[in-house]
């Protein structure tokens, strides 16, 4: 399947994707820390897996291995995450 070069063409207006990236892009996030101790690959931004995490949570999906696989599948969640697809890197570590 060919993806447009921008996921936001093929995402609705009225999503509520957009509006949880715009919320969440507000909030105060600066005493959110990442692990630097690391697992080998890139990790999600914080306010990125908090927009996944409320996006996910609010449509329905709750277990991890769900939303791991979302990410593969759900345009809008894909846009969310910026397209980071990597086999190795997953946002919940499972």
Avoid: C
């Amino acid at each position: 399947m060919l993806l447009p070069p921008n996921l936001r063409e093929w995402v609705p207006e009225d999503d509520l994707v957009h509006f949880v990236i715009e919320a969440v892009d507000r909030l105060p996030l600066k005493s959110f820390r990442v692990n630097h101790r690391g697992t080998g690959v890139k990790q999600f931004p914080p306010h990125m897996m908090l927009a996944l995490l409320i996006y996910s949570y609010a449509n329905g999906l709750f277990s991890s291995r769900k939303i791991e696989r979302a990410t593969h599948r759900d345009v809008a969640i894909r846009y969310l995450i910026a397209d980071r697809i990597d086999p190795r890197a997953t946002p919940t570590g499972s």
